[in-house]
Nanobody, 123 residues
């Protein structure tokens, strides 16, 4: 079992930045690929970014490329999402996900999920 707890969400003006964190506990963190997803009201949950176990490979949705950066610190059992140049359309609940497979962690079939943290971007 892996428990995931997100933090760092909040209200920010368009053009601003936020850094989300996801702290993991349970089985060895370094054995999991990690991902970030988001879900806006009335919309389906969508993939945002993912990172493999070592941090050597990262993946991004086209909508966030060049603005968001995913990273991880295996010593701290934490994955981060640095979000810059935020837009109102980035407003959503952001979820952290974990899975043993890089292929799966970029999908909503990921095995473990956090409870989410709200990000609101005002225009």
């Amino acid at each position: 079992q892996v428990q995931l707890i997100e933090s760092g969400g909040g209200l920010v003006q368009a053009g601003g930045s936020l850094r989300l964190s996801c702290a993991a506990s349970g089985r060895p963190f370094s054995s999991y690929a990690m991902g970030w997803f988001r879900q806006a009201p009335g919309k389906e949950r969508e993939f945002v970014a993912a990172i493999n176990w070592s941090g050597g490979s990262t993946y991004y949705a086209d909508s966030v490329k060049g603005r968001f950066t995913i990273s991880r610190d295996n010593a701290k059992n934490t994955v981060y999402l640095q979000m810059n140049s935020l837009k109102p359309e980035d407003t959503a609940v952001y979820y952290c996900a974990a899975d043993g497979s890089e292929r799966v962690v970029v999908t909503t079939e990921a095995k473990y999920w956090g409870q989410g943290t709200q990000v609101t971007v005002s225009s």
